[in-house]
């Protein structure tokens, strides 16, 4: 069972350059998230899409796009990379604990991205 | 959206101390989830808190969940150098609602 896959694990573009950060997940969850993760800050959300066929806006938007492809797949573009987009970027998936729960998430490996 | 402040952002301890880390709002929490982050790792659920003053405990890890439910804590007893990561608290709605993190209380142990 892999649970949720990221490609790449590692990528270095230059200003202006664009990439798309895939995610697959086999877990058959309904829900798919990107965060962003640099020092200090956490875990900032990007976007989410709380099931198949719908996506919405998290913290930092701004500078993404995102594509639910079908069920297993979340995909994060890039059009104009920036050097502030330089960061560990995580994809999870989730699915309703019970009524009272939130969604517990399930985080792939990350890919490191770098900007220059 | 919900929000929460976790502190502290550091702690260093030495093997065998104890070691505890907050999660506050100013909103009243549906729940709250605690995960855990190896170094050069990805975020590991641990364990997630609904009720008011909820209490669980793993090991000799201890969640708490205020009872107001605008604060939980996660305490470590006999910290070990396998506790080393960071530790993150994280809140959302039911259902499908997204997910918000905290800072996050980056943890290393002295051995």
């Known amino acids: 069972n892999a649970g949720v896959t990221q490609t790449p694990k590692f990528q270095v573009l230059k200003t202006g350059q664009s990439m798309t950060l895939q995610c697959a997940q086999d877990m058959n969850h309904n829900s798919m998230y990107w965060y962003r993760q640099d020092p200090g800050m956490g875990l900032r959300l990007i976007y989410y899409s709380a099931s198949e066929g719908t996506t919405d806006k998290g913290e930092v938007p701004n500078g993404y796009n995102v594509s639910r492809l079908n069920k297993r797949e979340f995909s994060l573009r890039l059009e104009s990379a920036a050097p502030s987009q330089t960061s560990v970027y995580f994809c999870a998936s989730s699915d309703r604990t019970g009524a009272s729960g939130a969604n517990v998430l399930t985080f792939g490996a990350g890919s490191r991205l770098t900007v220059l | 959206g919900q929000q929460v402040m976790q502190i502290p952002q550091y702690q260093h301890v030495q093997e065998g101390e104890d070691f505890t880390t907050y999660c506050n709002s100013s909103t009243t929490l549906s729940n709250i989830q605690w995960y855990k982050q190896r170094p050069g790792g990805h975020p590991v659920f641990l364990i997630q808190l609904v009720k008011s003053g909820e209490v669980k405990k793993q090991k000799r890890l201890t969640f708490q969940f205020g009872e107001a439910k605008k604060n939980s804590s996660l305490h470590i007893t006999a910290t070990q150098t396998t506790d080393v990561g960071t530790y993150f608290c994280?809140?959302?709605?039911?259902?499908?609602?997204?997910?918000?993190f905290g800072t996050g209380t980056k943890l290393q142990v002295i051995p």
């Open positions: 994280a809140v959302g709605g039911g259902g499908y609602q997204k997910v918000t």
